[in-house]
């Protein structure tokens, strides 16, 4: 599944969530990725209006077009930034060695198969952390290795429906 993709099933309002979890430079970085002007209007009377603003035209862009390139960037962010115990847990059952969350070890090709499903099955059943996040963590990591190594653990289906069409998709 795509980062556009599992932006999309994860629907509009956690992906507006996870963009006003991001800092202000982050929130930037990925505008600038789905080329979204991120200059101050004259309705941005607060950063909080300038922020909603931002998040849905960040929504708008990722549900009608291909931006796999700002889905991806939108995720690893918020992931890396606002999820790292998520991580670390998971990067610990596997046995790689981390800091807080943050490896540059290839895991998802020297760790066996098994091993990765046994952990993310354990991520997910463990109670410690939103199912939809371990999901779309896992989607993620699949994704960004064009791999289906976590195919046997159905995230598509704790993720949620199906996107919703572009017609409706606000």
Same mark, same amino acid.
């Given at each position: 599944?795509?980062?556009?993709?599992?932006?999309?099933?994860?629907?509009?309002?956690? !992906?507006?969530?996870?963009?006003?979890?991001?800092?202000?430079?982050?929130?930037?970085?990925?505008?600038?990725?789905?080329?979204?002007?991120?200059?101050? /209007?004259?309705?941005?009377?607060?950063?909080?209006?300038?922020?909603?603003?931002? #998040?849905?035209? /960040?929504?708008?862009?990722?549900?009608?077009?291909?931006?796999?390139?700002?889905?991806?960037?939108?995720?690893?962010?918020? /992931?890396?930034?606002?999820?790292?115990?998520?991580?670390?847990?998971?990067?610990? #059952?596997?046995?790689?060695? %981390?800091?807080?969350?943050?490896?540059?070890?290839?895991?998802?090709?020297?760790? #066996?198969?098994?091993?990765?499903?046994?952990?993310?099955?354990?991520? /997910?059943?463990?109670? %410690? %952390?939103?199912?939809?996040?371990?999901?779309?963590?896992?989607?993620?990591?699949?994704?960004?290795?064009?791999?289906?190594?976590?195919?046997?653990?159905?995230?598509?289906? !704790?993720?949620?429906?199906?996107?919703?069409?572009?017609?409706?998709?606000?």
């Amino acid at each position: 599944m795509s980062p556009e993709e599992i932006c999309r099933r994860l629907g509009e309002e956690k !992906v507006k969530v996870i963009f006003h979890e991001l800092t202000t430079d982050t929130m930037k970085k990925v505008l600038r990725e789905a080329k979204i002007p991120t200059t101050r /209007l004259a309705s941005h009377t607060s950063s909080r209006k300038r922020n909603d603003d931002w #998040a849905a035209r /960040l929504w708008r862009a990722v549900a009608e077009k291909p931006l796999t390139t700002t889905a991806a960037t939108l995720l690893f962010e918020w /992931l890396t930034r606002g999820r790292r115990p998520m991580l670390a847990e998971f990067l610990t #059952a596997i046995d790689v060695k %981390h800091e807080g969350g943050l490896t540059d070890a290839d895991f998802m090709t020297t760790v #066996a198969k098994e091993k990765l499903c046994e952990a993310g099955q354990a991520l /997910l059943d463990g109670g %410690h %952390h939103d199912r939809r996040e371990v999901a779309a963590y896992l989607l993620f990591l699949d994704a960004s290795n064009k791999s289906e190594g976590f195919a046997p653990l159905d995230l598509e289906g !704790v993720l949620g429906a199906s996107p919703l069409p572009v017609a409706q998709a606000t």
